[in-house]
C-alpha cells in the first residue's frame, strides 16, 4: 500500500523513521530498484542457500525444467525417474530423487573438492544442473515407461552448451566433455545425464534412448540382484519388471553382446541355473564375496577388462551396499559392501567412456536418519567427479 504513494509523501515518511534506517544515505527510496539500499543486502548481501535451507535440487544447482526449455542446454544433467511400479517386494522409490535431492543438501558447487578426487567436479568448466524430474505416471507403466525414453532422449539429443559455446575465449580452459563423442552416431557431443531413480526399470527406457544416439553400449551394473529376468521366468513372459529389463534390454539389441558385467550379486537364487541364463543375458558375474578374495583393485580390473574402451552405461543399485549402511530400499539383502569399497571401485571407472549413469531403488520410507539418502547422495557426487575428471 505505502509504494503506492507519491516518493515526496514516502521521503516524509522516511525522514520520521530515519532512525530505522540509519544506513540510507541516500534520498532515494527504500522502493526503488537498487536492492543494495536494502537493509539485508546492505547488511549480508546475497540470500545465498546454506546446508539446510532452500529448495531442493541437487547440491543446490540451478533448477530448471529442461524437458520443456529447448534453449536451455548443459553438459551434465541430474534426472529424476520418480517411477517404481513394477517392483517385486517394498514400493517407495518414487520418492528417490526427493530422497537422494535431500541427502546432498550439504554439498554445494563451491566445496565439492575431495581428497577423495583430488578435484571439484563443479570447477572443470562444464555446466551441470539440475533438470528436475520427469512427470511419470503411475498407473501405466507402459505410458511411463515411454515417458522416460521420451525425456532422456531429448534431453541427450540436445547440444552441450560447451560445444554450442565453442569460443571460450574467457581463460578457462575448457576440457571436452567426453570421449563418447566418437561412439556417437552423428560423431557430435551429447549431454551426460545422471538418473536419479526410482526403480531398476528405469533402465530400459535410458539403455533405449542411449540407443539412438549411441547404439548398443555396455553396461557396468552394480547391485546384489541380477535383474536379467530368471526369476521372471515364472512370470508372464514380456512383463517388464525391475528384475527383469536386461533381458527385455538384451532382446532389443540394446547391449553389446557379452560385454556387460555385474558387481556385488548375493541375492539367493532358484539354483545354478539362474547364473546360466544370466551369462546368456550377455554378463559376467562378481559375487559380493569375492572382494576379500581379489580386494578392490581385483574388482576393478575386473570390471574394466569387461568393458574396455566401449561406451559404458553405470548402473547402481543402492541394495548393492549392505543394509546395514543403506537400508532404505525395496529389496534389502545382508552381507553387501560397504559404502567405502563401492565408492573406491568406482573411482577406479576412471577414464572409462561413460555415456551415462544412474542411483536407483532408494525408498526413503525406510530410511533413518537419511542414511542412505546421505550415501546416494555421495556416489552421485563420485559418478559427476568420474564425469567430468
Ligand atoms: C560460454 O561462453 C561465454 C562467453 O565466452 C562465457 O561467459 C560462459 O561462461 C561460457 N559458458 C560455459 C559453460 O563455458
Ligand atoms: C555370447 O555368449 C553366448 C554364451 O553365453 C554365446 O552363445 C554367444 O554366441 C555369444 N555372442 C557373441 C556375439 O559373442
Ligand atoms: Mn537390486
Known amino acids: 500500500m505505502i ?15 530515519a532512525h530505522a534506517h540509519a544506513h540510507d544515505h541516500t534520498t532515494q527510496t527504500p522502493f526503488s530498484s537498487s536492492v543494495e539500499e536494502e537493509e539485508w543486502t546492505s547488511k549480508y548481501g546475497p540470500q545465498i542457500d546454506i546446508g539446510f535451507s532452500g529448495p531442493l535440487s541437487f547440491s543446490h544447482l540451478p533448477q530448471t525444467r529442461c524437458l520443456d526449455s529447448p534453449s536451455t542446454l548443459f553438459d551434465i544433467a541430474i534426472l529424476g525417474m520418480p517411477f517404481d511400479t513394477s517392483v517385486s517386494y517394498r514400493p517407495g522409490a518414487r520418492f528417490g530423487p526427493f530422497g537422494i535431492r535431500s ?31 520427469v512427470p511419470v505416471s503411475p498407473y501405466d507403466n507402459a505410458l511411463a515407461i515411454d515417458q522416460m525414453e521420451a525425456a532422456y532422449t531429448t534431453l541427450i539429443s540436445r547440444p552441450t552448451l560447451l560445444s554450442s559455446n565453442s569460443s571460450s575465449s574467457e581463460g578457462v580452459e575448457a576440457k571436452p566433455i567426453s570421449k563418447s563423442a566418437k561412439f556417437a552416431k552423428d560423431g557430435k557431443d551429447h549431454p551426460r545425464i545422471v538418473t536419479l531413480g ?15 544416439v549411441y547404439g548398443p553400449v555396455s553396461v557396468i551394473h552394480y547391485d546384489s540382484h541380477m535383474d536379467t529376468g530368471s526369476a521372471t521366468l515364472r512370470t508372464p513372459k514380456g512383463i517388464i519388471t525391475h528384475g527383469s529389463y536386461f533381458l527385455h534390454a538384451k532382446e532389443e539389441g ?16 532358484s539354483g545354478p541355473d539362474a547364473l546360466r541364463h544370466d551369462e ?17 583393485d581385483g574388482i576393478v580390473e575386473r570390471l574394466r577388462a569387461r568393458v574396455g574402451d566401449r561406451p559404458v552405461y553405470v548402473s547402481v543399485d543402492i541394495d548393492v551396499i549392505d543394509p546395514g549402511l543403506a537400508p532404505a530400499t525395496g529389496t ?19 577414464g572409462l567412456n561413460i555415456v551415462g549413469a544412474d542411483l ?22 563420485d559418478f559427476l567427479a568420474l564425469m567430468t575428471q
Not at 536407483?360 to 556416489?379: F, G, K, M, N, R
Open 198 to 212: 526410482g526403480d531398476h526399470t528405469i533402465v530400459l527406457p535410458i539403455l533405449r534412448a542411449l540407443y539412438k
Open 254 to 269: 540394446l547391449l553389446i553382446a557379452n560385454t556387460s558385467i555385474h558387481a556385488g550379486i548375493r541375492g539367493k537364487l
Open 3 to 17: 509504494s503506492l504513494l507519491p516518493s515526496f509523501v514516502l521521503l516524509s515518511i522516511l525522514s520520521i523513521t
Open 103 to 133: 541427502g546432498s543438501r550439504r554439498m554445494g558447487a563451491t566445496h565439492g573438492w575431495t581428497t577423495f578426487w583430488g578435484m571439484n567436479p563443479y570447477e572443470q568448466g562444464l555446466e551441470v544442473i539440475d533438470c528436475g524430474d
Open 280 to 296: 546368456s543375458v550377455g554378463f559376467e558375474l562378481l559375487p559380493t564375496e569375492i572382494i576379500d578374495d581379489i580386494g578392490v
Open 360 to 381: 536407483v531403488e532408494v525408498a526413503p520410507a525406510y530410511d533413518h536418519a537419511d542414511i542412505t539418502s546421505i550415501v546416494a547422495a555421495d556416489l552421485v557426487h
Open 332 to 350: 534389502p539383502e545382508a552381507g553387501g559392501w560397504t559404502t567405502r569399497e563401492v565408492k573406491r571401485t568406482l573411482r577406479g571407472l576412471k
